[in-house]
């Protein structure tokens, strides 16, 4: 009777440089086998200068692989069906001009766009007319209304993006977050079918 071997795809993996991968780096193994180890440690693939930076390792040529070399184990599959091996390059120093050009770039497109708002719903015409019915007097400038809204706008800006630097202020996800994720997922699952050479159609006769 052959032995169970349950594996578990991870689903993403980063590595900074060239190695060899094994079962182990690629996948969870559960199994009661006494040559456990020995199975996580089974040469996968090697990475070499022809992958660029993305790879795509599919269970069905792990399963294929894993039953050849150990005839006397059954493998069953959970979860997701390929990994995505991302090769990152050794980063660069950060160039700090370069940071200060881009937040700079951001500061000053972010308030024009909340100016430009502003400036199209009349905000300083409303806040007059506010003012006016609240208190029966004209103002051209009701700082008392003015000053307290723009301290609101961006303390609600922080409690939108869930963010202060590194800092949550909570564990549920902000509206962007689930936006990146999402996007994360569309690109995953276009990788995972494009760059599958399984899914060559010159494979598939």
């Not at 900074?16 to 199994?31: F, M, N, P, T, W």
């Not at 979860?79 to 001009?97: A, P, V, Y």
């Not at 564990?171 to 760059?195: A, G, K, R, V």
């Amino acid at each position: 009777m052959a032995d169970i071997v349950y594996l578990r795809m991870h689903k993403k993996v980063n590595i900074s440089h060239k190695k060899q991968l094994y079962l182990e780096d690629i996948a969870h193994v559960s199994s009661n086998i006494s040559y456990k180890k020995k199975l996580e440690l089974t040469p996968i693939y090697r990475i070499t200068e022809k992958d660029n930076n993305i790879l795509i390792i599919d269970s069905f040529l792990i399963v294929d692989h894993l039953i050849s070399i150990f005839s006397d184990i059954e493998v069953q599959l959970l979860g997701s069906e390929q990994t995505i091996i991302h090769i990152q390059k050794r980063k660069k120093q950060t160039n700090l001009w370069i940071v200060a050009f881009v937040w700079l770039l951001l500061f000053v497109g972010t308030a024009m766009t909340i100016m430009n708002f502003h400036y199209d719903v009349s905000m300083q015409q409303v806040q007059q007319k506010i003012h006016l019915l609240l208190t029966g007097r004209e103002n051209e400038f009701p700082l008392w209304i003015q000053i307290p809204y723009s301290l609101g706008l961006g303390v609600g800006t922080l409690l939108f993006f869930n963010h202060w630097f590194n800092k949550r202020f909570n564990e549920e996800p902000s509206p962007l977050e689930i936006e990146i994720f999402n996007y994360q997922q569309d690109i995953n699952q276009y990788i995972t079918y494009m760059e599958n050479d399984l899914n060559d159609p010159r494979n598939l006769s």
